[in-house]
């Protein structure tokens, strides 16, 4: 069936690390993924997408790297500052369907 | 703000009250959602409207009923609910009915019941 999971659901880095939050998915026909981040007492933000034609996709400090050989997603946050502290949602379109959602992972950062 | 607004932020309320929360989007989208996110659990989807239509109704139990008088608003009444149905409820709003361009958030409303 569809599912989307995350390896780790807490991360801890130091301030000025890089990040690097995981995700697989299971639906290889799934052609858009995006990233998410929610912050304590607010809704899911987007923060990225890539679609299924391309492998790497960069935004300020944030870049998306999509590997559909092994049903890989990853999100890389350059310079890990306190204020990206949250929870990360990875989710996959598996094909003109509703979206499918992890279970997030919690990125911890300290100063 | 996202572009979708979600009343009120917090709510309480006894098993016994009738409730309503409130979504509205100006984003000219023409699907809209109702997620329900607990604590250590992935979001649950609830309803789907498409075209102020419903399309999907995950299993949801009655006491929580949705209404969608036009694209850019939607409802969730609430009565006798269990202390179990305590979470943070999420709508969300899409071009399509579809995931191709992604969903945009509310803040959501945390609710709680007492």
Known sequence: ?111 | ETGVTQTPRHLVMGMTNKKSLKCEQHLGHNAMYWYKQSAKKPLELMFVYNFKEQTENNSVPSRFSPECPNSSHLFLHLHTLQPEDSALYLCASSQGAGGAYGYTFGSGTRLTVV
């Not at chain 1, 069936?1 to 130091?14: D, I, K, N």
């Not at chain 1, 300020?60 to 050989?69: A, E, F, G, Y």
């Open chain 1, 1 to 111: 069936g569809e599912s989307v999971g995350l390896h780790l659901p807490t991360l801890s880095v130091q301030e000025g690390d890089n990040s690097i939050i995981n995700c697989a998915y299971s639906n290889s026909a799934s052609d858009y993924f995006i990233w998410y981040k929610q912050e304590s007492g607010k809704g899911p933000q987007f923060i990225i997408d890539i679609r299924s034609n391309m492998d790497k996709r960069q935004g300020q400090r944030v870049t998306v790297l999509l590997n559909k050989t092994v049903k890989h997603l990853s999100l890389q946050i350059a310079a890990t500052q306190p204020g990206d502290s949250a929870v990360y949602f990875c989710a996959e379109n598996p094909g003109f369907q509703k979206l499918v959602f992890g279970t997030g992972t919690r990125l911890l950062v300290s100063p």
